[in-house]
């Protein structure tokens, strides 16, 4: 019998790179598909900015994944998933964020039921993540902090574990949650698992660290099967990589995201184009 499929891409979209995490995961669990990235690298950070910019920046990469006939799009960016999740309804196809996939895992992986979450200011703001588990689970104990500084360090590409600033910031932030003795962390923006070895030395290897864009990578490979939209054909997946800033550095930076070499090109997307479609 033949299996449905679908050989249309997968659209994933974020404010810059860290979206990449996402493509990492789908990489290994998908590798047949095919790929087609957004980052807004000539509008990061979105996390700083008020509800109705990143609504609208949002409506404006989903316009432009569309526009590259993807059969699902991915808000692989913690803070659009969490300030404008309604934009991800009502699109002509299946559409979903990192928010409801990671807040399942960190339920999942809690034993004391007491989380951590580290987003971006407006991540952080939205309380999208605590909405969530705490009408699935009112007993949780769920103690958010914002970490703001978190994404131009990731961006830069200071990263090393033996990094100083890095450490130090990340220290301040942890601080609060060490002492709230937290089991869980979600690492609600996708630029954070590459902070992960740091994170962990600073919280001790008993503390679980939910990375919020595997989450969602398993969550796309779940609902593709379910509507029937997997790419059988026996090939490797594609990708291509649309930035909407000078693609020079995010060839580099690109490969810490990924894991691997970038070899495709980068292709710019003009910023008043994508406005202009308004
Ligand atoms: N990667 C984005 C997120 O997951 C955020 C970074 C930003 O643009 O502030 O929230």
Redesign the pocket.
């Known amino acids: 019998m033949m299996l449905p499929m679908d050989t249309r891409p997968i659209g994933v979209f974020?404010?810059?790179l860290?979206?990449l995490t996402v493509v990492r995961q789908l990489l290994q669990l998908l590798p047949g598909e095919d790929i087609v990235y957004f980052g807004d690298t000539g509008r990061?950070?979105?996390?700083?900015r008020s509800a109705e910019t990143i609504e609208k920046y949002a409506r404006q990469d989903c316009r432009l994944l569309l526009g590259h006939d993807v059969k699902l799009i991915i808000a692989?960016?913690?803070?659009?998933?969490?300030v404008a999740p309604q934009v991800l309804s009502h699109l002509a196809v299946p559409a979903m964020g990192?928010v409801e996939p990671a807040a399942q895992a960190a339920m999942d992986a809690t034993r004391s039921g007491r989380i951590g979450i580290l987003?971006?200011a407006?991540?952080i703001r939205s309380a999208s993540f605590q909405r969530y588990m705490l009408e699935a689970r009112p007993d949780l104990r769920i103690f958010s902090q914002a970490c703001?500084l978190f994404?131009p360090l990731v961006e830069a590409g200071w990263i090393q574990r033996d990094n100083d600033a890095t450490i130090a910031v990340a220290r301040r932030y942890l601080q609060p949650l060490i002492q709230q003795q937290v089991d869980t962390v979600i690492l609600?923006?996708?630029?954070?698992p590459l902070l992960s070895p740091i994170l962990s030395d600073i919280l001790g290897e008993n503390v679980v660290l939910i990375d919020?864009g595997a989450a969602c990578a398993s969550r796309c490979a779940r609902e593709l099967e379910r509507y029937g939209l997997l790419n059988h054909s026996k090939k490797m997946g594609e990708c291509r990589f649309y930035v909407s800033d000078c693609p020079d550095d995010f060839t580099h930076v690109a490969q810490m995201f990924l894991g691997r070499e970038v070899k495709e090109d980068i292709h710019q997307v003009d910023l008043e184009f994508l406005a202009s479609r308004d």
């Not at 990061?44 to 700083?48: E, K, M, Q, S």
């Open positions: 974020d404010s810059g860290g979206g990061v950070p979105y996390g700083t692989a960016c913690g803070t659009v998933s969490s990192v987003g971006t407006a991540t703001p994404v609600g923006c996708t630029h954070f919020s």
